[in-house]
């Protein structure tokens, strides 16, 4: 009876390539998805250290930013793996043992690619529906965390919004955070604008905490009346002040005094921003008049900025189905210990890919270009990069586009690092042996 061949082995070979891909994607991921939110965890006890805030909305805020984070580091780190697993098969012979059963570079490459298409429909779920809700709650949990809870203490050289249209800083304080030694105050009311320097200041908390008392000693105090009346015209919540001009006096004793809430005021509706809506909302709000649009910070979004966000969204999930036709060639260029030469490769083309669909976006936004063209052409440029390099290397497996480029990288750095080595050995001396 005539042997045949298992049909498992292709399944086996399947499980083989994602088992090797599966731990260099895991071990990429947590590293770059850790160091991304290690430097916004430094800068949120920065902020909310000298803000005075809830140290406690530290790990709600972290929570919240991990889907903008997973959105940077998943084809950064999809992309990785598949690179040193298919460049570790290939120093090992192990790729071309899979040639030479009949394997071919596409069916080597089929489970990757099926990875990818996996990995596409979860950011488009990440980008869709995830980020828009994460990324309004991380600024919700942060407007609350910086605004509330204030017990009138100023950390030195830090500024603080004590009340609505009242700041306050001070170079020195003491450790109760009261007594305040150069300080600067300003305060806007009814568009009139007043800033106060003084040698010294304290600050205190009177009515049960519901008014905040600044006694300053020895300042000036400037008063700026607002635009309108500098021109002449009334000012319509200050009708007096079409009369005033900007007036400097110099003070020795002074109090201030304002409302206080402790409480943080509310903070506003979700869909201020396009990257706060949802693709479904961003698919309506292109659709509908500009008079049906809800309002962001500047009044109704234009469509244009709408499309521009909905068509970026859309070409970032579907480029990492294309990863692995670029980090195939790559890796079978990179055997032989030029890893590094492969790598710097592989950045420079996936930076001038997520720079182009930035610039896109950003023309479209403005309107420079109508936002198919400006966002789709560096997609399709990137689609005919990936599937002409990975048609290469099927044709010429060992030798693909990418492997004599890399070979320059890589003397070139190996000349970079010659140099650097003899600079650092020292000069023999006269009485060396």
């Known amino acids: 009876m005539a042997w045949r061949r298992p049909r498992f082995l292709p399944r086996l070979i399947d499980r083989y390539l994602l088992a090797e891909a599966a731990r260099p994607l895991a071990v990429s991921l947590g590293v770059v998805l850790t160091a991304l939110l290690l430097e916004r965890l430094l800068r949120l006890f920065n902020l909310l250290a000298h803000s005075s805030g809830a140290l406690e909305s530290v790990v709600e805020l972290l929570l919240n930013l991990i889907p903008h984070y997973l959105g940077l ?25 899979m040639l030479s059963a009949g394997l071919s570079i596409a069916r080597i490459a089929a489970p990757l690619l099926w990875v990818g298409v996996v990995l596409s429909l979860f950011s488009m779920a990440l980008f869709g529906f995830m980020q828009p809700y994460s990324r309004y709650a991380y600024r919700a949990v942060l407007h609350a965390a910086v605004n509330a809870g204030w017990d009138a203490r100023v950390e030195p050289s ?69 635009a309108a009346a500098l021109a002449g015209v009334a000012h319509p919540q200050a009708p007096r002040a079409a009369a005033e001009r900007p007036s400097l006096v110099q003070f020795t004793d ?5 409302d206080f809430n402790p409480d943080a005021p509310p903070y506003r509706t979700r869909g201020d921003s396009e990257r706060e809506l949802t693709m479904i909302e961003l698919w309506q709000a292109m659709h509908q008049p500009a008079a049906e649009r809800k309002p962001g910070a ?5 469509r244009r900025r709408l499309a521009a966000e909905f068509h970026t969204r859309i070409v970032r999930a579907l480029s990492l189905p294309l990863l692995p036709l670029l980090a195939i060639p790559l890796g079978m260029a990179a055997k032989r210990g030029r890893r590094g030469s492969g790598l710097v490769m592989a950045a420079v083309i996936l ?59 890589e003397l070139g750095l190996m000349a970079i690092r010659g140099l650097f080595r003899r600079r650092r050995t020292p000069a023999a001396g006269p009485g060396a042996q």
């Open 351 to 409: 930076v001038l890919y997520h720079h182009g669909i930035q610039l896109g976006q950003s023309l479209a936004t403005t309107g420079r270009l109508p936002p198919v063209p400006a966002v789709w052409v560096p997609f399709t440029l990137f689609t005919i990069l990936c599937l002409w390099l990975f048609r290469s290397s099927q044709a010429r497996p060992g030798q693909n586009s990418f492997t004599w480029l890399v070979e320059r990288i």
């Open 254 to 258: 002074l109090t201030l005094n304002t």
């Open 298 to 302: 500047a009044g109704p979004m234009p």
């Open 73 to 97: 580091a998943l084809p950064a780190a999809f992309f990785i793996s598949i690179f040193f697993v298919i460049a570790r098969l290939s120093e090992e012979s192990e790729l071309e043992a």
């Open 158 to 226: 830090s500024f603080v919004k004590a009340a609505k249209g009242f700041t306050v800083t001070a170079d020195r304080a003491d450790d109760s955070g009261t007594y305040l030694e150069g300080v600067f105050a300003q305060r806007i009311v009814d568009g009139i604008e007043e800033v106060f320097t003084a040698e010294s200041g304290r600050l205190a908390l009177v009515d049960g905490g519901q008014r905040l008392v600044l006694r300053l000693k020895n300042g000036q105090h400037w008063r700026q009346p607002p």
